[in-house]
């Protein structure tokens, strides 16, 4: 399993591109509409593409529960430890 | 992602207040007479002096005619008294839109603009300084506004604008971005921008709204862009090139502008609905003098079955357009409600309808429609933007689709109807709702199941969802209002009311089971999907 160094790092990588920003302008603790102005279409795209990448499947009330950047990363932590 | 409340839920619980306040086009009974009074003055005026064919074709509105609807106050209507306005209610404001767009849609476009997205920020989110050095002077008309939002690069995606305000030294901020396709851009004075301001207020990012003057230095307005329709109106680019403000200039709170944003674009959408209203009106009004008067076979056409099918469509289609707009307006001025779910909806239903009540014109007008001289071909063509700006119809399907989704996890009882209903001959039209909110329910659910969170790549299905819902809520609105119109009296126009509302039932019933039925079409999206990529690979 991938550590949560290389998952936070996978995360920030695609959370830029989709927000069009690069991946040092962007914080742990930013929240995915309020400081990067996502919409759910993009927070969802950036969830579609980290499963792929993980090949993993979440639910959708897994999905709905994330806020910031490390909610994402630490909801796919969570989901691959267990 | 949380959800906002269930909006179904929300007016339902309070439909005792929602029915009557459908049936009015002013907050109460007060405003309403101070409208009707407004009304007449506008109607009365528009038809001796807007001389729509003359607009379309000199692609502007003459300036003398801007200047006699600021004397008319139809720039300060919506702004408070201490500041020079009127101080009409949302209902209102989008009444007197609604009557302009029956006369002529780029005049409404600029005072529905002015009125709706150029002063929605100054009036509700501004400082009391900013407010006062320029509201007065707008309630006047001698300044006009105007909103930036959209950029080359960035359609209503906020994260992708590139325009950035950079706070300096000295704690001014200097602005630097394109904007395009700012309506009323090239005779505006004042322009409502929405920049991107890391650092600013100690905020790492945000956004913020910032209030520009025409001549502020490095802000230059480009040049006209000609258009299919509304060709009087002004489209034009905005320039930022080291535009220096301070932050007095900030509408709302700095960095934190995000939600004055998307307040400002519900209210943009609505005002549009009611200038899409208006549009139908004038489309159905031409036509009904067409039809009633043009004979074939020694009697008039509107006499046959076809021909009364059409008529009675759009007409139908008017009454669901006024009870949305409604709907909307009433959701926030009597229930305070976040009104995205419901403009949009508003805006997805009146724009198409528009859209088909101007096609359907043009039918039934047979060649003359499609000759620029009777006037149904300029309100096809001042309809068709409709569908796209303030938001693209697909864009605001996804994201009613986007909504019904989250919901699905919130396991919440549906919102009924029928018992909020007491005109038994509305009960089967209640009736298509609330078995409508159930299904819809059941198909949210079912491609979560199937697809789990990627439900939400499944864009074909999920428009059925959205189909689905816009016909519900459109059930919603006129079920509740012609409850309420036949509580008050059964006369000529209640009965009439009660047909329509039939009438609709029926194609609401359709629409909800063809929305439905698309939620299961995965084999053809999947068709769809292979055909445009071998489509695509084959493009250099």
Redesign the interface.
């Known amino acids: 399993m991938p550590d949560r160094d290389a998952i936070y790092q996978s995360t920030l990588v695609v959370v830029a591109e ?4 690069s991946a040092d ?1 962007i ?1 742990a603790t ?1 929240k ?13 795209e950036i ?2 593409r980290l ?1 792929e990448e993980y090949d993993i ?11 910031t950047v490390a909610d994402v990363a630490d909801f796919l932590v969570t989901y691959l430890k267990d | 992602m949380a959800n906002a409340p269930d909006p179904f839920s929300t007016i339902l619980a309070q439909a005792e207040k929602v029915g009557p306040a459908l049936t009015r086009f002013a907050r109460d009974a007060g405003e309403a007479e101070m409208v009707g009074i407004v009304l007449r003055s506008v109607s009365d005026w528009a038809a001796k002096r807007i001389d729509a064919p003359a607009i379309d074709e000199s692609h502007r509105i003459p300036p003398e005619l801007l200047a006699e609807a600021a004397e008319l106050g139809l720039f300060g209507m919506t702004i408070p008294e201490a500041h020079g306005g009127f101080a009409l209610s949302m209902t209102a404001a989008c009444r007197v839109v609604e009557e302009l767009a029956l006369f002529d849609r780029s005049v409404a476009t600029a005072i529905g603009l002015h009125c709706g997205l150029g002063l929605r920020g100054l009036i509700h989110h501004a400082n009391p300084t900013l407010q006062a050095a320029t509201l007065p002077a707008m309630a006047t008309g001698d300044k006009i506004g105007a909103f930036a939002a959209t950029e080359p690069g960035a359609g209503s995606h906020i994260a992708g604008m590139k325009t950035t305000g950079k706070v300096q030294e000295d704690g001014s901020i200097v602005l630097n971005g394109q904007k395009i396709y700012v309506t009323n851009g090239g005779f505006a004075d004042y322009y409502t921008v929405v920049a991107k301001t890391p650092g600013l207020a100690g905020a790492r990012r945000g956004w913020s709204l910032f209030l520009l003057h025409r001549d502020d230095p490095g802000l230059s307005v480009g040049a006209e862009e000609h258009k299919l329709g509304i060709r009087g109106s002004s489209t034009t680019t905005l320039s930022l090139d080291d535009v220096r403000v301070g932050m007095d200039r900030i509408i709302g709170e700095p960095s934190n502008g995000l939600e004055a944003f998307h307040e400002i674009l519900a209210w943009g959408r609505t005002m549009m609905a009611a200038g899409c209203l208006g549009s139908a009106r004038a489309a159905y009004k031409l036509t009904l003098g067409q039809v009633t008067s043009r004979e074939q076979f020694n009697r008039p056409i509107g006499h046959f079955g076809q021909v009364r099918e059409k008529m009675a469509d759009m007409r139908a289609t008017i009454y669901a357009m006024e009870s949305l707009v409604r709907l909307v307006t009433v959701c926030q001025e009597h229930l305070g409600m976040d009104i995205n779910f419901v403009s949009s909806v508003a805006k997805i239903f009146n724009s198409e309808g528009s859209w088909q009540v101007a096609d359907d014109a043009l039918q039934l007008h047979g060649g003359s429609g499609y000759v620029e001289e009777t006037g149904v071909a300029r309100i096809l063509r001042d309809a068709r933007i409709t569908r796209i700006f303030e938001g693209a119809n697909e864009v605001l399907r996804f994201n009613l689709a986007a909504l019904a989704l989250g919901g699905v996890n919130e396991a919440h009882e549906v919102a009924l109807l029928a018992p909020c209903v007491r005109h038994p001959e509305l009960a089967a039209a209640a009736a298509v709702h609330d078995d409508a909110a159930q299904r819809i329910q059941d198909a949210a659910k079912a491609l979560l199941d199937r697809y789990g969170f990627k439900a939400f790549e499944r864009q074909m299905l999920l428009k059925g969802i959205a189909d689905a819902q816009i016909a519900r809520t459109l059930l919603l609105a006129v079920v509740l209002r012609t409850d309420a119109e036949l509580r008050a009296g059964e006369g000529v126009v209640a009965a009439q009311a009660l047909r329509l509302t039939r009438y609709l039932a029926g194609k609401c019933q359709r629409a909800i089971d063809a929305g439905l039925a698309a939620t299961l079409r995965a084999e053809e999206e999947d068709l769809v999907t292979a055909i445009t990529a071998c489509e695509y690979d084959q493009v250099d």
């Open positions: 989709i927000a069009d920003m302008e914080q930013d995915l509409r309020d400081d990067l102005g996502l919409d759910s279409l993009q927070e969802m969830m579609s499963s499947e979440p639910e959708m009330k897994d999905v709905m529960n994330v806020r």
